[in-house]
């Protein structure tokens, strides 16, 4: 068992920011797993080095240890490997919606009393949509397999099925 406490160095810590490390520390150690501290570095026009320190002095003042840290910023390499092969699996797609095009949507669906789950409309572009699209920064979405049950194990709210109803 692993868990993980990754806040932002973008300011101090909070009242929020001790009580979540609290929980996954204790899950961890209940469990003799580990509890890892990964610094959310990655706005690095925000994060400063002195809260970083300052979260640490934190984490030891609450007498909750870590078995191993690291920062986020340092694995931009490796996320950039995973990003590319799950692109090239077909399993991330592009979308270029802005985020008022989703605002409309999700308004739109719920006055039609339908949850506000994504169209994949970007899954049925064209090539020429997707050109016309070409100065837009895409946006990535996972491509779930919409005729297969989603399960996973939780140890909290035990066994989790979700069945697409749309």
């Not at 039609?112 to 409309?121: A, C, V």
């Given at each position: 068992m692993i868990t993980r406490f990754a806040p932002s160095p973008t300011g101090y810590m909070h009242v929020g920011n001790a009580r979540t490390a609290l929980i996954c520390w204790l899950y961890a150690r209940s469990k003799s797993g580990k509890f890892l501290l990964r610094i959310d570095d990655t706005d690095a026009s925000r994060s400063e080095h002195k809260y970083i320190e300052g979260i640490k002095k934190d984490l030891d003042w609450l007498a909750l240890d870590w078995d191993s840290c690291f920062q986020q910023s340092?694995?931009?390499?490796?996320?950039q490997e995973v990003f590319d092969l799950l692109l090239e699996?077909?399993?991330?797609?592009?979308?270029y919606e802005t985020q008022e095009e989703?605002?409309?949507?999700?308004?739109?669906?719920?006055?039609?009393?339908?949850?506000?789950?994504?169209?994949?409309?970007?899954l049925k572009m064209t090539e020429?949509?997707?050109?016309?699209?070409?100065?837009?920064?895409?946006?990535f979405r996972l491509k779930i397999?919409?005729?297969?049950?989603?399960?996973?194990?939780?140890?909290?709210?035990?066994?989790?099925?979700f069945k697409r109803k749309i």
């Open positions: 340092t694995r931009l390499e490796r996320y699996q077909g399993v991330i797609y592009p979308c989703l605002d409309m949507k999700r308004s739109m669906m719920l006055k039609m009393g339908l949850p506000p789950i994504y169209d994949r409309s970007a020429k949509e997707r050109q016309a699209c070409s100065g837009r920064l895409p946006y397999d919409q005729s297969r049950e989603i399960t996973w194990e939780d140890e909290v709210r035990v066994g989790y099925h």
